[in-house]
């Protein structure tokens, strides 16, 4: 079964079971010819095929700028813009960006609300396959790649990636899933209930993943749950309060036990041809892109087009529009990437390092542009030929939700705390030898922290990392517009948690440190 071409055609959609998780969030039918019952193989595949394509596709929930509310391009907002990697200067003029540059968000910020709602309308997408796949009966198989329980444990984990997300951010949320009551109000669960949740349902399903050498191209692979696994376990003391170093490192090793060699080129990863790295190779878990098939205003189309510089000549990325002017590089990221390192996919020219200015970001302004995501192939990568290029701003890049070099780092950083039966050394030293920068003979963690800046940068992991490591609150790591002043400033330790939005106040509550909140 060729998966993309479902997630591509996904329509259909069903005039039962697809409720929200609190009243001001429903799931409706788009379809307007509203289906009661799916009749064929294909549209069974289809109703999955819409919850993978809900991580990369418009729809399904009223906004102002459907493009705005692609899933993947909701979380980096959340997760990059308020740290030291990226920044969206007031060139753009976008209502709520300012706080998020700044960590000065309140409940009232749309893009809290936008990502929330998104979360949970693609944990509705999925429990509704749930409930909807038996029905099939002998259209689908019960067992192979194509069957029963393979998809549903795909669903389950797809669904257990975006509460892992609602974990890390907001820390509390609605509690949903195949077996919830449609249309009724659901349990709000802390943050603890949310991981014990998550994490019983990922060990289970896990096991009945696919493994990465016979899956698909675009599904889930048992190596992609196990880390989405190692993440909950590698945040458990932020979520819980108790720490899980080593069955974090143990869902990284059986990782590794399959897929252990890292892209031989960094920068490969990230141009139009890295599907050949996704599912059994370096990159773990994707969310796929094609400019002609899949598109979206979200992901590294986003990221690229949508991150350069209007002003600036952009042959050489292969995109034939014209640039956005979104985000720029913050300079403490600028500043952590040296000249010699390979990671360093950063356009300079006329612009500067420091950012100084937020206003217009012209072709000398203040900020240097990444060029991390491009629209070349490995084959061309420099568009030297000419012939590349798009007369729209889609991105056929693949984006990259979790690399084999993640793990790798992941790993050293257990060790640190203590996780045994591997060397974190090793694994340190194969992701900053890819770089060009060489082995150690040591490493603190300090040292972990600042190789995942470098080697996951715009990739959507920084926030988190942050908080994990006591760097994002407070005044132990200061850098430039933290706090809304260009030197940076102290903000208070409750911004660890992003503020429920005001619209789900009433019903799930609200995180300390904001205006009414309290611990549930």
Excluded at 53 to 81: C, P
Excluded at 262 to 286: H, M, Q, R, S
């Amino acid at each position: 079964m060729n998966f993309t071409k479902y997630i591509i055609l996904g329509s259909v959609a069903l005039t039962m079971g697809l409720s929200s998780c609190v009243d001001d969030l429903n799931v409706k039918p788009e379809d307007p010819d509203q289906k009661t019952e799916l009749t064929t193989a294909e549209e069974y595949y289809d109703l999955l095929a819409r919850a993978y394509g809900g991580l990369v596709l418009e729809g399904g929930l009223a906004l102002d700028d459907g493009g705005k509310g692609v899933y993947t391009r909701q979380l980096w907002n959340l997760q990059e813009l308020c740290t030291d990697e990226a920044i969206i200067g007031s060139n753009w003029n976008d209502p709520g960006i300012d706080e998020l540059d700044f960590s000065t968000w309140s409940s009232d910020n749309h893009w809290l609300y936008e990502c929330f709602c998104r979360f949970n309308y693609q944990i509705a997408l999925c429990n509704e396959f749930l409930r909807t796949i038996d029905k099939a009966g002998a259209l689908i198989p019960e067992d192979g790649l194509d069957g029963k329980a393979v998809m549903k444990a795909e669903a389950r984990v797809l669904r257990d990636l975006s509460y892992y997300h609602m974990i890390d951010i907001y820390g509390r949320g609605p509690w949903t899933d195949e077996h919830s009551v449609v249309g009724a109000i659901p349990p709000t669960y802390n943050r603890k209930q949310l991981f014990d949740a998550v994490v019983a349902d990922l060990e289970d399903a896990v096991p009945q993943l696919t493994p990465a050498a016979q899956q698909r191209y675009g599904r889930i692979s048992r190596e992609a749950g196990h880390m989405l696994l190692a993440k909950m376990y590698l945040n458990a003391e932020v979520y819980t309060g108790e720490a899980m170093w080593q069955k974090a490192a143990d869902q990284c090793l059986e990782i590794t036990k399959t897929i252990n060699r890292l892209a031989p080129e960094y920068k490969y990863l990230f141009c139009a041809t890295n599907d050949k790295y996704v599912g059994n190779g370096e990159i773990l878990w994707a969310v796929p892109q094609d400019a002609s098939t899949l598109t979206t205003y979200g992901g590294t189309t986003y990221l690229s087009g949508g991150c350069y510089n209007a002003e600036v000549d952009l042959g050489f990325t292969g995109c034939g529009a014209g640039g956005w002017g979104g985000a720029r590089v913050r300079t403490e990221l600028s500043k952590a990437l040296s000249s010699t390192d390979k990671r360093r996919l950063i356009y300079e020219g006329d612009l500067k390092e420091e950012i100084k200015e937020l206003g217009s970001w012209t072709k000398d302004g203040d900020g240097y542009m990444c060029v991390k995501y491009v629209y070349t192939t490995e084959q061309d990568y420099l568009n030297t030929s000419g012939t590349a290029g798009s007369v729209n701003i889609f991105n056929s890049t693949d984006y990259p939700l979790f690399r084999l070099a993640d793990t790798y780092l992941m790993l050293a950083e257990c060790a640190k705390h203590g996780a045994t039966g591997f060397d974190g050394l090793k694994y340190f030293n194969d992701v900053r030898i890819r770089a060009g920068l060489g082995g150690v003979g040591s490493y603190t963690l300090d040292d972990v922290l600042k190789e995942r800046l470098c080697e996951l940068y715009w990739e959507g992991h920084r926030r988190s990392d942050l908080i994990r490591f006591g760097k994002f609150a407070g005044s132990t790591y200061i850098w430039s517009w933290k706090g809304g002043t260009n030197e940076g400033a102290t903000i208070p330790e409750y911004r660890n948690l992003m503020a429920i939005p005001g619209q789900f106040v009433s019903t799930l509550g609200q995180n300390p440190g904001y205006p009414g909140g309290s611990a549930i």
